[in-house]
């Protein structure tokens, strides 16, 4: 089983500023990763896929990169709506796809 | 609009079996992969099985213990579980995949399970 960790578990960020989250596979997973967004009380948002592409209707301040094993999500000048727990996921195993444990994303 | 709905969570003990449902609507059912994700109170998110037309797999905390599988005249996707534990204690969501099967692009609201004596 591929093991996914993220970086830091918290991250404090003032408003306007950027939010560099991390997200690291145990073994290479391509390009095959996603980010999803959970805010409190609502189901995950997928935001990116492919490592890189944006899903429909996601703000282009958010951004995805990386391949093989290092993986980041960037989000320049935080907005309100941002603040949340971040997700990265991995499907290169499939069937089988892991998650990592989360990166709450608070405002400093 | 794609609508997942979850149901069959409740308070069942330690040991005993449950059996959740999800009803789907709004797209062809055939044509995607579905999964079975969880989520412990204050936890992340933990799958738990997917299936597709040719392929099923589970997290190896559920291997041998939960069952998935899908009835596509019926538009359902199911999940039992057997020989429940505490730590099986999550909502349960019911999540569509994408074009890219192990993407994740829809998910319905969830059913709560409690594995309590």
């Known amino acids: 089983e591929i093991v996914m960790t993220q970086s830091p578990a918290t991250l404090s960020v003032s408003p306007g500023e950027r939010a560099t989250l991390s997200c690291r596979a145990s073994q290479s997973v391509s390009n095959n990763l996603a980010w999803y967004q959970q805010k409190p009380g609502q189901v995950p948002r997928l935001l990116i896929y492919g490592a890189s592409t944006r899903a429909t209707g996601i703000p282009a301040r958010l951004s995805g990169s990386g391949t093989g094993t290092e993986f980041t999500l960037t989000i320049s000048s935080l907005q309100s709506e941002d603040f949340a727990v971040y997700y990265c996921q991995q499907y290169n195993d499939w069937p089988s796809i892991t998650f990592g444990q989360g990166t709450r994303l608070e405002i400093k | 609009e794609v609508q997942l709905v979850e149901s069959g969570g409740g308070l069942v003990q330690p040991g005993r079996s449950l059996r959740l449902s999800c009803a789907a609507s709004g797209f062809t059912f055939d044509d995607y992969a579905m999964h079975w994700v969880r989520q412990a109170p204050e936890k992340g998110l933990e799958w738990v099985s997917g299936?597709?037309?040719?392929?099923?797999d589970y997290a190896d905390s559920v291997k041998g213990r939960f069952t998935i599988s899908r009835d596509n005249a019926r538009k359902s996707l199911y999940l039992q579980m057997n020989s429940l534990r505490a730590e099986d204690t999550a909502l349960y969501y019911c999540a569509k995949g994408g074009i890219l099967r192990g993407v994740i692009d829809d998910w319905g609201q969830g059913t709560l399970v409690t594995v309590s004596s």
């Open positions: 299936i597709s037309w040719n392929s099923i």
